[in-house]
């Protein structure tokens, strides 16, 4: 779940950014939570044509909602109109203010704020939150330790919550991504984690960053400082 910005103010983007909202985010919860999945998806053949029949006499009959609802947030996105044979939208990479993974904290506080006002006080766990590295060579492992864009995101990220929650969300979990480094798919290693793991030696050194003791500060003192 997250809440998408339109690429400019041309209504033909604005109303793609409520397509991507509806089939991205709203697709999922609405079910979970109401019962009902939006009605605006099913304009477009695509979804129309390939849901089983009688969806929604099954969700009638089986609907419990959910006990809470987890969150993967990393950065915002943002949304512009292109003719395709789903919803006539697309990421507007290159185009928008955000970068691929980069900081955009206000994006969590939106987001959050956009549940709580669609469901009310349902309880909200983010279940994922951080920032990777780009490791290539041998003196990328020293700069990672030294992450401190890592810990500015994650502070930022984290008074982001804390403004959510003053603000009446119900957040009862935030979990960062990762705790240690793990291997993604990408063609670069790409760690995410609080703690460097040396997988390229058989001893798997494993090594505290400096965002590894800023939230160790965090958790220590209840505070984000």
Same mark, same amino acid.
């Given at each position: 779940? +997250?809440?998408?910005?339109?690429?400019? /103010?041309?209504?033909?983007?604005?109303?793609? &950014?409520?397509?991507?909202?509806?089939?991205?985010?709203?697709?999922?919860?609405?079910?979970?939570?109401?019962?009902?999945?939006?009605?605006?998806?099913?304009?477009?053949?695509?979804?129309?044509?390939?849901?089983?029949?009688?969806? +929604?006499?099954?969700?009638?009959?089986?609907?419990?909602?959910?006990?809470?609802?987890?969150?993967?947030?990393? &950065?915002?996105?943002?949304?512009?109109?292109?003719?395709?044979?789903?919803?006539?939208?697309?990421?507007?990479?290159?185009?928008?203010?955000?970068?691929?993974? %980069?900081?955009?904290?206000?994006?969590?506080?939106? &987001?959050? /704020?956009?549940?709580?006002?669609?469901?009310?006080?349902?309880?909200?766990?983010? &279940?994922?939150?951080?920032?990777?590295?780009?490791?290539?060579?041998?003196?990328? @492992?020293?700069?990672?330790?030294?992450?401190?864009?890592?810990?500015?995101?994650?502070?930022?990220?984290?008074?982001?919550?804390?403004?959510?929650?003053?603000? %009446?969300?119900?957040?009862? %979990?935030?979990?960062?991504?990762?705790?240690?480094?793990? /291997?993604?798919?990408?063609?670069?290693?790409?760690?995410?984690?609080?703690?460097?793991?040396? @997988?390229?030696?058989?001893?798997?050194?494993?090594?505290?960053?400096?965002?590894?003791?800023?939230? +160790?500060?965090?958790?220590?003192?209840?505070?984000?400082?």
């Amino acid at each position: 779940y +997250q809440t998408p910005y339109s690429a400019s /103010m041309d209504e033909e983007d604005m109303k793609a &950014t409520e397509r991507d909202r509806d089939f991205y985010s709203l697709w999922f919860a609405n079910p979970l939570f109401l019962g009902k999945y939006p009605e605006s998806v099913f304009e477009y053949p695509y979804i129309k044509d390939n849901m089983p029949e009688n969806y +929604q006499k099954d969700l009638d009959e089986n609907f419990i909602k959910s006990d809470y609802i987890g969150i993967n947030y990393y &950065t915002g996105y943002a949304i512009k109109y292109e003719k395709n044979d789903v919803m006539d939208y697309a990421v507007a990479s290159g185009e928008d203010k955000f970068n691929n993974y %980069g900081n955009y904290a206000v994006g969590l506080y939106d &987001t959050l /704020m956009d549940i709580r006002k669609r469901y009310g006080d349902i309880e909200i766990r983010i &279940t994922e939150n951080g920032i990777s590295s780009v490791i290539k060579d041998e003196s990328d @492992y020293e700069r990672d330790l030294d992450d401190t864009h890592r810990v500015y995101y994650l502070r930022e990220h984290l008074r982001s919550l804390v403004r959510a929650i003053e603000a %009446g969300v119900n957040v009862t %979990g935030y979990y960062p991504w990762a705790f240690i480094d793990v /291997m993604e798919g990408s063609p670069v290693h790409s760690p995410y984690g609080l703690i460097q793991i040396r @997988y390229d030696k058989e001893e798997k050194t494993r090594i505290p960053k400096k965002s590894y003791y800023f939230y +160790q500060n965090v958790i220590k003192n209840g505070e984000v400082y």
